[in-house]
């Protein structure tokens, strides 16, 4: 499953990976893009494995908050780099179809672990990065 590094030890960033989940809800549609990053100890990932952990957990009736979460945190459990950065833009159907008609908003939830919620350089390098 993983790869040496080969002495890479700058933040790696896997961007708009669509996703389609449920709202819990409202079972209605939540359809957006996930935007991974991570800073490699020792060993990466391939880029499919990221986008199968994000539908993994898509796949489930979501709230966007839990699904953020529950994608950092099993990519810090597994992977274990010195840190992981999760950022979810999505929008919701129950937004734009239950009377409130707000096409076009989207609901953006972020979840940062290890270096990325310790070090605000790191962070903003990666937030600066998906420009978003
Ligand atoms: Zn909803």
Redesign the pocket.
Known sequence: MFDETAGYDEIITLRDIPFQSF?E??L?PITGFAHIGYLPKGRVVGISKLARVVDTFARRLQIQERLTAQIADVIQKVLQPEGVAVVLKAT?G?MTTRGVHKHGSSMVTSKMLGCFRDNAATRHEFMTGLNI
């Open positions: 709202c809800h409202h209605a919701h129950c």
